[in-house]
C-alpha cells in the first residue's frame, strides 16, 4: 500500500491544433500524505487547473499517471474513473457548479442518492447545518448569496467524506470577508473529516495556511515547499 494518497507521475500535457503544438504542463512531479494540504500557485495560464482537472480525473495526461492510494487512474476506464470520484474525491469550484432546478438540501443530497445512500436526506441536512445554512435548506441557488452558495457546494463536497478534496479558486467569486469565512469552514472540514485538501489559490495568504506550497510556472514545477521551509 502506498504511502501517499495522491502520486502525480511525470504528467505531461499537450495541445495540438493548426499553429502546432502548445505544451500545458511538462514532468510534473509530486505526491502528497493523507490529511496533507497543498496548495498549487502561479500566474494565469501557468497549467493550475488542468493539472487539477487531471487529478481528479476529468482530464487525461498526454503522458504520465495519477495515483489515488494505490490505482492508477488512467487504467481505468471513464465510468470506472467517475465511479471512483464519486466515492473518493470532492470538488469546490470558484463558480460554485450548484444546479439552478434544485434546492439547497437536494444539491446535497444529490451525490449521496447517487450513491444509493438511504440517509440521504438526513446526512444533507446535517452538513447543511455544519455549514450554517440550516435556514436555507429549500432555497434555489438564484436567492443564495455567493457566500452561501459556496457554503452549499462545500456540504455537497463533504457530505460523502471524501478521501481528497480537490478547490479550484475557491473564494475567487467572493469579496474578501466572504471569502475568509469560507477558507475557514473549509480548513474546519478538512481538519474534521482527515481529507487531503489540493487547492488552486492566486492568494499568497490562502497558499501559507496550506501544509505545501507547490509553484507552476509554465507548466513546470518551480517549487514545492512545506511550511516549514516558507
Known amino acids: 500500500m502506498s504511502a501517499f494518497i495522491i502520486s502525480v507521475e511525470h504528467i505531461c500535457k499537450s495541445v495540438s491544433d493548426s499553429t502546432g503544438t502548445l505544451e500545458i504542463l511538462k514532468n510534473i512531479d509530486f505526491a502528497l500524505k ?30 504520465g499517471t495519477v495515483r489515488l492510494g494505490a490505482q492508477d487512474l488512467f487504467a481505468l476506464d471513464e465510468d470506472a474513473r467517475a465511479a471512483l470520484r464519486a466515492h473518493q474525491v470532492g470538488f469546490v469550484f470558484q463558480s460554485f457548479q450548484l444546479l439552478g432546478n434544485l434546492t439547497a438540501l437536494e444539491n446535497v443530497m444529490l451525490p449521496l442518492e447517487l450513491d444509493g445512500r438511504k ?72 481538519r474534521e473529516q482527515g481529507t487531503t485538501l489540493v487547492l488552486v489559490t492566486h492568494d499568497p495568504a490562502i497558499a501559507a495556511r496550506c501544509d505545501r506550497r507547490i509553484t507552476i510556472e509554465a507548466g513546470r514545477i518551480v517549487g514545492n515547499s512545506t511550511h516549514a521551509d516558507h
Open 34 to 63: 493523507a490529511r496533507e494540504t497543498a496548495a498549487i500557485v502561479g500566474a494565469s495560464g501557468s497549467g493550475k487547473s488542468t493539472l487539477l482537472s487531471i487529478i481528479a480525473g476529468l482530464d487525461t495526461p498526454t503522458s
Open 119 to 190: 440517509d440521504a436526506r438526513k446526512a444533507a441536512t446535517e452538513m447543511l447545518e455544519r455549514v450554517g445554512l440550516s435556514q436555507r435548506l429549500g432555497s434555489y441557488p438564484k436567492v443564495l448569496s455567493g457566500g452561501e452558495q459556496q457554503r452549499v457546494a462545500l456540504a455537497r463536497a463533504f457530505v460523502v467524506k471524501p478521501a481528497v478534496l480537490l478547490a479550484d479558486e475557491p473564494t475567487g467569486s467572493l469579496d474578501f470577508a466572504t471569502g475568509e469565512t469560507i477558507m475557514a469552514l473549509m480548513f474546519d472540514l478538512n
